[in-house]
């Protein structure tokens, strides 16, 4: 071969080359989102995150989002400092989870500040809300979807209506200030996680739970109690559990990435709010079926518990918290 046709093979085929590499797709990130629950169970916490994952995915924006559920990738309470940091992408995470670092976050697991889901809608657009999400915001993270579960008491005695009814049992509960009211109303409290209860309740340790309705059903505490107060209209237990994004991961994204990621929080929120609701109507059905009493609380029994929580987890966030006094009364200004 010529030296003339040698030259032009070479440059037909490095044209080719370099329009093969052309043509290439550019591979699409992938961000990492880390979550404390059982994955593909069907949990809604996981659910809203592999939601995400998918509008995110179709929205064909060269992003991919990889879960990593079941704490297998960070340990539940890790999840915050992991974000600030950008280590983290996403995380589906219970916001006072975080109150060692910003302890107005535990506003956000306050008993009687959310009465059910409808004000937990409305409260996600109030001042007070803003003011936590400021919070959040000035910490390096995002907010991509809010999500309040609820949660209820049981018992092994009696039903858990007024606050007398509570009186000298033995009593785990779901947060520092859930401790305090129950207190206040002459429980004595026994601290521990939910995953241990069944085990407190079976040994006679414990005589009274308060969790969420996930955790009522999941661990099967209607094997060993008689009755349950479920959620209903007026609820004491709400629990802020977001879809949260690092701030420093965020913003290495385009625009187009962006609108991308935030949309697919919009629907992810969405299916939130239902399948939360629905969550509730489970544990009452799951419980009757067992044959436990189900009870709901009135609004003058709840109004009863918040006059406790008023001297004891209200009072004790303001006095300890700087702007806790504001942050209440925004929350309790929320109809």
Known sequence: MSKGLMSASVAV?????VGA????????????????????????RDEMVQIIAKEVGKADVGLDIKVYPGQSLYKAKEQWGAMTKGQLD????????????????????????????D???RLNTSPFMDDIKKIINDAGVVVLADAWL??????KQNC???????????????GKAFEQMLVGAGASIASMPSSEVYNGMQTGVLDAANTSSGSFVSYRLYEQVKCLTAPGENALWFMYEPILMSQKSFDKLNKEQQDALMAAGKVAEDYFFDAAKGLDDKLVEV?????VEVVSMSAEQAEAWRAIANETSYKSFSENVKGGDVL?????AVE
Do not use: C
Not at 23 to 34: G, Q, V
Not at 95 to 114: I, K, N, W
Not at 150 to 155: E, I, N, P, Q, V
Not at 160 to 174: F, H, N, W, Y
């Open 90 to 117: 996403i995380s589906a995470f219970p916001l006072s989870y975080a109150a060692g670092r910003h302890p107005e976050f535990d506003a956000t697991l306050m008993p009687g500040l959310v009465k059910n889901h």
């Open 328 to 332: 209440i009364k925004k929350a309790l």
């Open 150 to 155: 609820a949660g209820g008491f049981a018992s």
């Open 160 to 174: 858990i209506l007024e606050p007398d009814s509570i009186k000298g049992q033995v009593t785990r509960a779901a």
């Open 119 to 121: 004000h937990a809608k």
């Open 13 to 17: 085929a490095m044209t080719m080359g």
């Open 287 to 291: 419980y009757k079926d067992a044959g």
């Open 21 to 44: 590499l052309t043509a290439m797709p550019a591979a699409a990130e992938t961000l990492k989102a880390s979550h404390q629950w059982p994955g593909g169970k069907g949990d809604v």
